[in-house]
């Protein structure tokens, strides 16, 4: 498995290091965007939080490698989500059932799992979105959609997940094509 991933480019997620102190990455954010962007300082405050979570350590294994915030606009800070790319041990014998199986564990579903192949330039990968239901404290039932691209390498032990989480159904599935077109760019974790 090739050492160093080469993270794609698009217009619609700009990148969130995670080697850079998040108070590094809040300053340069807000600075470079104030004169386009009303609310600059919000989003890259929540930009550095999102790095200083994904920097800390785990303690099942899995390492954050990547992460990015979706804007709604291209060239401006108007954060609407985020996604991160994480590495996870994964079973030598694992199948794309198992794989699909581990994404879904203990979450009580609105509907099966859509399931699509995807070109990447890192080989087909899985594009998955799932819609678990959600019990909002007020008693009401949400439906969110997690946005998922898995390249499974389990000759290597690894499960590659990008992902991102919608609670809004109406963009969730401009989200998921955004995803999608994201991981199509990322290359370097060979089969």
Do not use: C, K
């Amino acid at each position: 498995m090739n050492e160093h991933i080469e993270l794609g480019e698009h217009a619609y997620w700009a990148p969130i290091p995670l080697d850079e102190d998040p108070e590094v990455i809040r300053q340069r954010y807000a600075a470079g965007f104030t004169s386009s962007t009303l609310d600059a300082d919000a989003g890259a405050a929540a930009m550095a939080g999102v790095a200083a979570q994904l920097q800390a350590p785990t303690a099942d294994g899995t390492v954050n490698l990547a992460a990015w915030a979706r804007v709604g606009v291209p060239n401006e800070l108007d954060v609407q989500a985020f996604a991160a790319l994480r590495v996870v041990p994964l079973e030598e014998d694992a199948r794309d059932e198992d794989v699909i199986a581990l994404l879904t564990e203990g979450h009580e579903l609105y509907q099966e799992p859509v399931v699509e192949t995807l070109s990447t330039r890192s080989g087909d990968a899985l594009s998955v979105r799932v819609r678990p239901l959600v019990h909002a404290e007020d008693g009401q039932i949400e439906v969110h959609q997690i946005n998922t691209v898995l390249w499974s390498r389990p000759q290597h032990a690894a499960l590659f997940v990008l992902s991102s989480y919608e609670t809004d159904l109406v963009e969730a599935t401009a989200a998921a094509i955004l995803l999608d077109e994201l991981a199509a760019g990322i290359g370097g974790m060979s089969s």
